[in-house]
T-cell receptor, first 113, second 112 residues
Framework: NAGVTQTPKFRILKIGQSMTLQCTQD?????MYWYRQDPGMGLKLIYY???????DKGEVPNGYNVSRSTTEDFPLRLELAAPSQTSVYFC????????????FGSGTRLTVV | QKEVEQNSGPLSVPEGAIASLNCTYS??????FFWYRQYSGKSPELIMS????GDKEDGRFTAQLNKASQYVSLLIRDSQPSDSATYLC????????????FGKGTKLSVIP
């Protein structure tokens, strides 16, 4: 019973490099989300998806991209990494749109130097 | 801009006492309310959800919702040192909106 699995757990990037944060869930949830969490700033929504093939921007999408080719996978792509993208990234999934909370992955701690 | 406000704390309570955590939200159309617990260096964990005005109890936890005052709270009875964590209030807005809006969290410290 894995839930939401994120990889990698830690990563150091140099400015200008790119990477993909992986997220997989095995609960057959249609709704998936990417958040970033900065100290004292709370969780901010980057992108979300309501099903395979459907994605939309959240509050802070600049510098990121996503795809959703399957129900299980929702990777987050960082292009041209910048120090402002240093953060902890959480992937989450949900069974339904309204009266359901999220199940979070364990997070990816990313540092851009 | 939909906002969820929480006192950042830290809130310190002695072991065995009641901890009271509060949250206000700006969007009157909000319909679902959640409390998450986050230990340092870990991911948020759902502990309570509430949808209707009034109280909802689950073990030592009670969530309270007052939509007229746009206020939701979490009471933790018989607080234990293991309850020391940051508590995040989260709100889902109108039907058809899919995102949770989170508060910045209240850090709770239970003193043995």
């Amino acid at each position: 019973n894995a839930g939401v699995t994120q990889t990698p757990k830690f990563r150091i990037l140099k400015i200008g490099q790119s990477m993909t944060l992986q997220c997989t869930q095995d609960m057959n949830h249609n709704y998936m989300y990417w958040y970033r969490q900065d100290p004292g700033m709370g969780l901010k929504l980057i992108y979300y998806s309501v099903g395979a093939g459907i994605t939309d921007k959240g509050e802070v999408p600049n510098g990121y991209n996503v795809s959703r080719s399957t129900t299980e996978d929702f990777p987050l792509r960082l292009e041209l990494a910048a120090p402002s993208q240093t953060s902890v990234y959480f992937c989450a999934s949900s069974y339904g749109p309204l009266n359901y909370g999220y199940t979070f992955g364990s997070g990816t701690r990313l540092t851009v130097v | 801009q939909k906002e969820v406000e929480q006192n950042s704390g830290p809130l310190s309570v002695p072991e065995g006492a009641i901890a009271s955590l509060n949250c206000t939200y700006s969007d009157r159309g909000s319909q679902s309310f959640f409390w998450y617990r986050q230990y340092s260096g870990k991911s948020p964990e759902l502990i309570m959800s509430i949808y209707s005005n009034g109280d909802k109890e689950d073990g030592r936890f009670t969530a309270q919702l007052n939509k007229a005052s746009q206020y939701v709270s979490l009471l933790i009875r018989d607080s234990q040192p293991s309850d020391s964590a940051t508590y995040l209030c989260a709100v889902k807005n109108r039907a058809g909106s899919y995102q949770l809006t989170f508060g910045k969290g209240t850090k709770l410290s239970v003193i043995p």
